[in-house]
């Protein structure tokens, strides 16, 4: 089983709060990820960083923002959860220089934004 | 046009059937190629991962890719109950992992 942790796993909150939330891996893996997937639907990748103080936008428009402070640790920041927001969250991590690009993905943190 | 393709299903199928999941994709230079699979409610796993064309056997899955159409394939034999699950293709290149849709499968016992 994967060495990559997400909380917190469900969240309900009001409109207009800042939330945070956390991913950690204990594997040392460089590249860290982070995918917003609506239930029954596609991956979409938001976020990622190749290492510390290294941060991209992915391929779907986000509001949100990360931080890469650690290279274990990379959370995800909502300044005001709004209802669109409502979705499960996935974090991922993989080894940097690795021959192919074995992503471990956490357990998600399902929003719910009311 | 997408980079991966997926018919995302759903598929159903009944137990012991052999299972075909297919994607295509679009550019030639991606060397690796893989399927995850995803039960409800969890993130995706590793199933299976292919190198350039050809095929990989693992157990009662097989991982084909034929370059020349640019198509990747995944059969699983002797399907079980406990296969139902979304299987992702991806593709492996310079950037980040490019998922396909995901076919969601069920198995009936």
């Known amino acids: 089983e994967a060495d990559i942790y997400q909380t917190p796993r469900y969240l309900v909150i009001g409109t207009g709060k800042k939330i945070t939330l956390e991913c950690s891996q204990t594997?040392?893996?460089?590249?860290m990820y982070w995918y917003q997937q609506d239930p029954g639907m596609e991956l979409h990748l938001i976020h990622y960083?190749?290492?510390?103080?290294?941060?991209e936008k992915g391929d779907l428009s986000s509001e949100s923002t990360v931080s890469r402070i650690r290279t274990e640790h990379f959370p995800l920041t909502l300044e005001s959860a709004r209802p669109s927001h409502t979705s499960q969250y996935l974090c991922?991590?993989?080894?940097?220089?690795?021959?192919?690009?074995?992503?471990?993905f956490g357990p998600g943190t399902r929003l719910t934004v009311l | 046009q997408k980079e991966v393709e997926q018919d995302p299903g759903p598929l159903s199928v009944p137990e012991g059937a052999i299972v075909s999941l297919n994607c295509t994709y679009s550019?030639?230079?991606?060397?690796?190629f893989m399927w995850y699979r995803q039960y409800s409610r969890k993130g995706p796993e590793l199933l299976m991962y292919?190198?350039?064309?050809g095929n990989k056997e693992d157990g009662r899955f097989t991982a084909q890719v034929d370059k020349s159409s640019k198509y990747i394939s995944l059969f699983i034999r002797d399907s079980q109950p406990s296969d139902s699950a979304t299987y992702l293709c991806a593709r492996e290149g310079n950037t980040p992992l490019v998922f396909g849709k995901g076919t969601r499968l069920s198995v009936i016992a």
């Open positions: 594997m040392g893996h460089d590249k």
């Open positions: 292919t190198y350039s064309s």
């Open positions: 960083s190749y290492g510390v103080n290294s941060t």
């Open positions: 991922a991590s993989s080894k940097q220089g690795a021959d192919y690009n074995e992503q471990f």
């Open positions: 550019n030639s230079a991606f060397q690796y």
